[in-house]
């Protein structure tokens, strides 16, 4: 373990500890200056699969609502899941399908696997009205046989936020954070749309100015130039410019909400000037992306839709690369109990090959902030890495492919605190 990888995990634990402490002496803790405490809102608002980009928003919203100053606040979450898949035929090490399994045995259709995809705790250092210190520690497929020897705790998110939303519009942000571009909110609460898988940006070091106010949202942020979030290689990165000694990388996002007649809706769009490095044009250079997207809620039904696209041929394919999404839940209680089904399509596709994706999931709340979930996800088609851990991974087209199939079943839980 490193020296940096030791010393997040004393102050992790140290903040564990403390936010303990602060719960068995709560009138103590009450009466002084400062609190420690967890509030699962945090990690319901940031930390799970469903949640997108502008989580630094929902940070600054639970501010205005509940979240007191001088005081540092946790949220974790912790996900389980057992997973069986099955190929339309014979891995043979040659080809290879969109399988959430990746124990998958050469020369078998069959795979299974129990998997900790993700431990995450994030911080929340309310310094007073204006300063938050924000920081997201997390381990992801701890245990699984591909990752031997990485499930050490990471630094996923740290940065200063700074904004007060009951006194201005104006907030802003810097260090190393997730990229606001486009909106990757999901219905699923496993398998991620491959659209999200294709075009999210990673954290990386940023700076940014956010503007909110009417159910209006704009989000400007600079990002170095170079390969950003890529700790192997160029091949890695989400976001990517030729030139890596400037800040050249930025990235724009609007989105606009509001009530109508009992109806929650809103739309968004975004342009990122650097996609991912797989993306460049046939001359070596960046290849900016775009996005549109938009939703509803109306009582307990909820509908999204994302389109993301390359804005110039990508170099592997000669043709712009572009993905999509549509989603829809549908909540509902049992027997008292929180419940939702959810469906969703999703595809990433060039002019040469598409990748596609169906899901259907059922989720059920068996107590507060634990939720037990079943779902089916079917692929079709291959590109290169698409997992639903895929988000570093190098994007390329497989053309030849399209008729691989996949399916997987799943059991999921999902605890947060």
């Known amino acids: 373990m490193s020296i940096k990888q030791v010393l997040v995990s004393a102050v992790a634990v140290a903040i564990v500890g403390a936010a303990f ?6 009138q103590a803790t009450m009466s002084s200056s400062s609190m420690v405490g967890f509030d699962s809102a945090i990690a319901n608002a940031t930390l799970v699969p469903q949640v997108g980009t502008e989580t630094e928003l929902a940070i600054l919203k639970l501010r205005q609502q509940e979240l007191a100053n001088n005081a540092v606040y946790l949220g974790g979450v912790v996900r389980a899941a057992a997973l069986y898949s099955r190929l339309n035929e014979d891995d043979n090490g040659t080809s290879y399908v969109p399988t959430h399994v990746t124990n998958g045995r050469v020369g078998y259709k069959t ?3 129990l998997n900790v995809p993700e431990v995450g705790l994030t911080s929340i250092a309310d310094v007073n009205a204006w300063a938050t210190g924000v920081i ?6 701890v245990g699984r046989q591909d990752n031997a020897g990485n499930d050490n705790i990471g630094v996923d998110q740290a940065y200063v936020l700074l904004g007060n939303l009951n006194s201005s519009s104006v907030y802003g942000f810097a260090g190393k954070k997730a990229v606001d571009f486009g909106n990757f909110s999901t219905v699923d609460f496993y398998t991620m749309p491959l659209d999200r898988l294709g075009f999210q940006v990673a954290p990386t070091d940023s700076v940014g100015v956010g503007f909110n106010n009417s159910g209006l949202n ?8 170079g390969a950003n979030n890529a700790d192997e ?5 989400t976001a990517y410019t030729q030139n890596n000694n400037n800040i050249n990388n930025f990235a724009l996002n609007l989105d606009y909400g509001m009530m109508t007649n009992n109806v929650a809706w809103g739309v968004g769009g975004g342009y990122l000037n650097g996609s991912r490095y797989s993306y460049v044009k046939s001359n070596g250079n960046r290849n900016g992306a775009w996005d549109l997207n938009g939703h509803f809620n109306v009582n307990s039904l909820q509908v999204m839709a994302e389109y993301d696209r390359t804005s110039s041929q990508a170099g592997f394919s000669n043709s712009d690369v572009q993905g999509y999404d549509l989603g829809a839940a549908y909540g509902f209680p049992i027997m008292g109990h929180n419940s939702s089904v959810n469906a969703d399509f999703s595809e990433l596709k060039t002019n040469s090959v598409t990748a596609s994706q169906f ?7 068996l107590v507060s902030n634990v939720w037990m979930g079943l779902e089916w996800a079917y ?7 698409v997992t639903e851990f895929a988000t570093t991974q190098n994007i ?3 053309p030849g492919l399209d008729d691989n199939k996949n399916n997987t079943l799943l059991l999921n839980l999902t605890a947060t605190f």
Not at 136 to 141: E, F, G, I, K, P
Not at 359 to 365: I, Q, S
């Open 379 to 385: 692929n079709k088609g291959a590109i290169n890495g």
């Open 396 to 398: 390329t087209a497989v």
């Open 359 to 365: 899901v259907l999931g059922w989720n059920n709340e």
């Open 21 to 26: 402490a602060a719960q068995d002496n709560s």
């Open 233 to 237: 290689s160029n091949a890695y990165a």
């Open 136 to 141: 997201d520690l997390a381990s992801y497929n």
């Open 218 to 225: 704009a989000v400007f942020t600079l990002l170095n130039g």
């Open 111 to 113: 795979a299974s696997q």
